[in-house]
Every structure is written in C-alpha cells, then in structure tokens.
C-alpha cells in the first residue's frame, strides 16, 4: 500500500468503525492521558524511569478507555488480559540482563 493509500485507509478507519466504538477522539484520548499521568508519575517516584511493565500499565489503560465507550468489545477485554499477562511476564524477568 502506498501513502496515499494508507491515508485513505486511515481515513476510514478513524471516522467510522473506531469512531463508533471508541467515542470522540478527544475525550478518549483526555481520559488515557489522565491515566497515563498516574502511571507515569508513580513509575518516576517509585522506580526512577518507566519499564516495560509500566508499558503495559498503559497500554492496559488504553484498552480500559476505550471500554468505557463500549463495554462489551471483547477484543479489548482480551487485549487487557493480554497485556497483564505480557507485564507479568516480564516482571519476572526484568533486570536480570
């Protein structure tokens, strides 16, 4: 697909299907920011930088937001477990390197 393709592609997508599933743009990115603040604050205070975990805090958060437009789409309900799962996985691992 070239750019102009993808631009199209984008289009469509970002005023129809994900529209209507995940609300107004702004509102839903308001709310991740609001909770992405958290996170990243209480990353910085309580282990100076942002792992990989924190990661999936947020990605996780993103997911929540967008439930909170349409509560029953299951693929973010798998895609929160996914992420937890992710973030719990590298937990046990991380700063072994």
């Known amino acids: 697909m070239n ?3 993808t631009i199209v592609q984008a289009q469509l997508v970002i005023t129809g299907d994900r529209h209507d599933d995940y609300g107004d ?3 839903n990115f308001t709310n991740i920011a609001s909770g992405w603040s958290k996170i990243i604050d209480e990353a910085y205070r309580v282990h ?3 792992t990989p975990m924190h990661v999936a805090l947020m990605m996780d958060w993103v997911k929540t937001c967008r439930l909170l437009n349409d509560i ?3 693929d973010s ?3 929160k477990i996914g992420y937890s799962a ?3 996985e590298i937990a046990e691992t991380y700063g072994q390197d």
């Open 3 to 5: 750019r102009s393709e």
């Open 86 to 88: 992710l973030g719990s």
């Open 48 to 50: 100076g930088e942002i």
């Open 25 to 27: 743009a702004k509102d």
């Open 72 to 74: 029953e789409n299951e």
């Open 77 to 79: 309900w798998v895609d």
